[in-house]
């Protein structure tokens, strides 16, 4: 498992303490691995989810950090999402 994963599910399970997250997302980082996050949390997986986000590392690490804005990402194609939009936009409610 990458650096760049251990990385994001810390991160992503530090944003989700306390939170409540029902459904399942995967981010799926280019050249790098999948992170998955359900009411479990968030763990290097690369499971079936009822939304998958793909983008690269430095997209997601912007993301992650609060740098870089979901919405805008995915307006300009640096961010995709296949499966159920709702269930992103709620992920995205979480994590803030």
């Known amino acids: 498992m990458s650096d760049i994963i251990n990385a994001a599910v810390t991160a992503l399970n530090e944003k989700l303490a306390g939170a409540e997250f029902e459904g399942s997302a995967k981010f799926d980082i280019e050249g790098e691995g999948c992170v998955v996050i359900d009411a479990g949390g ?13 983008a690269d590392a430095e997209t997601f690490a912007g993301i992650l950090a609060g740098e870089t804005n979901a919405t805008s990402a995915f307006m300009t194609g640096k961010l995709k999402v296949d499966g159920d939009m709702g269930m992103a936009m709620k992920l995205a409610s979480v994590l803030g």
């Open 42 to 54: 968030a763990r290097a997986s690369d499971d079936e989810t009822d939304v998958t986000l793909c």
